[in-house]
């Protein structure tokens, strides 16, 4: 089995509603389905969304990177060579999402090549993902009527709250308003995507100390390396670094030297094979492990199923997986289903995604078919 | 495919020559064949090489607990369920050996289910594995000779040297005369199973400081926790833990507080699975990992290449893979073979491993056929 061909489809989907959050806003997804053709025919799929202004991707740097070096790097070899495959893609720095979709994309080769659901062949630890949804900026009624719509639709108990505004009483208050509006059997977490500064963090903890939030992701700028470690002490909950932690060795940077003290897991920015190491590396060490989403259409969510489901640590907390939500179509022959709560691992084999084609042909916007 | 019957069948082998380490000798092998059947008529096989004066197993008490709980946790099952299966295993405490030897069964299951080399599904990342040769005590002239033979006949340039005597000038003088008998393009490496305490192992340190040794393995006892911390901070050299570090939050505690600064990883005592978690620790860390060697026999070292040669972390290092040379004879139906000083990794489906029936039946202890 040689790997043939390296497709790289650049597609656009409005939201439903944009997303609002402390780094930044979401109109539209500009993604970019990578697609790779084996010589006896099997097709591997896996989706890339470049996020700008967290890690530097573009959708037309992905189609470039897939089309020139990476289609170098790939192009005659076997997926089954995954180790050496990697070593190869890694002399290009950076690019996390691109390689981490070429890592799914040939997983989902293995599992197809070898008639199995990769989440079996990653570990099979358990059936289905608990899942947390996101909710963005919006009025605090707005907001809670929206997490209420959640629960009531889907069985949704987890929520993550976009905060990180100024001044803090509003972020303040919209955490009384939704431990209010939602009752306490509501696990509530915040995020505030690097929006506060971490004396105003500490300030924010101390105000909400008695709503029982679980985790405090990205409060201020890892970089900004006394005053996070200053915060990390006083947190009395786990501080989740997310966008400062895109590969194992920063992730192992951050745990070593005290700046968070829980991990987001994206296999959107990590793959499976390096999301694997970071959570090994998180498992050894005690520390908790969040699947993230890095605002995924229903095919990086069944990867983050695909992949959290496969392992006790990964599945321990709610994953999130519901922002496809908000967008106004999607790539995907079947929807995702979520019921009760959870999404269910998928039991076909690869990665477990089927792309509808008249819809991708709808989507692409590089007007080829 | 679901697993039908556990077997654990206990076997016994003299070893050519006997092997004397600072903990201990091996006059014969007293090993556990386990051998997973699925309905759909496949077999899994590996070794559990039982070490009492190490880890506390024995091979009766391998077997009992194969035949006893492991079997009602493993029979009715999916080899593909394996991280649900190592939950169940793990209810029961310790037994390192026994866990590592059901974890490398069951990917040889999954490895000949799907028609795939193991070693292709953990990662693929080269074809061989490099080999390090434990030489044990003897006189040096005779160590020397030793070593210039394994040299000479399989092409071996690393070699491990067992040390641990009193006075430490016998070790000292030995580490001498093996660099002068086999030159300076020869890696040499100590490894004293505790015999010595902290100060003394700085002394042999001291002595040996020209030597160009690479590692020091299990200097004391890491469990005299203020003495090794100080050893491993006045060594120039990586201290190895192994006996220390059957697990991977054994391998954490070690590594996080001090006691070590390479991990040895034995897919005798860790498998694959538990054995990958310790490598990406690792490698999270930039610490240094030596594939070792649990006296295995030639099933037990097939079972190191397949997962060694997986990855880039664990196949920088020469591995220990050659212990079985020691052994006068193996259950393998066909033998090992070190050409240049390397052993290539399996590329039938499976760990690589066949069993020869006329020598398990020779050599089974268990009175059965």
């Not at 200053?230 to 940077?253: H, M």
């Amino acid at each position: 089995m040689k790997i043939q061909r390296v497709e790289a489809i650049p597609y656009t989907i409005p939201m439903k509603k944009p997303l609002h959050f402390a780094s930044g806003s979401v109109h539209q997804i500009d993604h970019v389905l990578v697609r790779l053709t084996t010589d006896d025919g099997l097709v591997g799929v896996a989706d890339i969304p470049p996020r700008p202004y967290t890690y530097g991707e573009t959708q037309a740097g992905v189609v470039a990177l897939l089309e020139t070096l990476f289609s170098d790097a790939l192009v005659g070899c076997d997926p089954l060579d995954r180790g050496r495959l990697h070593a190869a893609l890694d002399r290009t720095v950076g690019n996390h999402a691109t390689k981490g979709g070429v890592d799914i994309a040939i997983w989902d080769l293995i599992g197809k090549s070898v008639g199995q659901p990769v989440h079996r062949l990653l570990g099979g630890y358990t059936d289905s993902l608990r899942v947390a949804h996101m909710i963005g900026f919006a009025e605090p009624a707005a907001m809670v009527e929206e997490a209420q719509g959640f629960r009531d639709e889907y069985g949704i108990a987890v929520f993550k709250v976009k905060v990180g505004r100024r001044p803090l009483s509003l972020d303040i208050d919209l955490c009384f308003a939704l431990r209010e509006g939602l009752g306490t059997d509501v696990e509530l977490y915040l995020d505030a995507n690097r929006g506060w500064t971490a004396t105003e963090a500490v300030q924010v903890l101390d105000a909400t100390a008695g709503l029982g939030l679980t985790y405090f992701e990205e409060p201020d700028d890892a970089r900004e390396i006394l005053g996070r470690r200053r915060l990390v002490q006083l947190s009395r909950i786990p501080v989740v670094a997310d966008e400062s932690v895109p590969t194992l060795g920063d992730a192992a940077r951050e745990i070593q030297t005290g700046g968070a003290t829980a991990l987001s897991i994206k296999t959107a920015r990590s793959g499976f094979s390096e999301s694997q190491k970071i959570l090994a590396y998180a498992e050894a060490l005690g520390v908790d492990v969040i699947m993230g989403n890095q605002i995924d259409s229903q095919i990086g969510s069944t990867a983050t199923v695909t992949f959290g489901a496969a392992f006790a640590h990964s599945s321990r907390r709610a994953a999130e997986l519901s922002n496809y939500l908000d967008m106004a179509d999607d790539l995907v022959a079947e929807p995702l289903v979520i019921r009760d709560g959870v999404i269910a691992a998928p039991t076909v084999p690869g990665v477990g995604v089927d792309i509808d084609p008249e819809k991708l042909a709808r989507y692409r916007t590089d007007g080829r078919n």
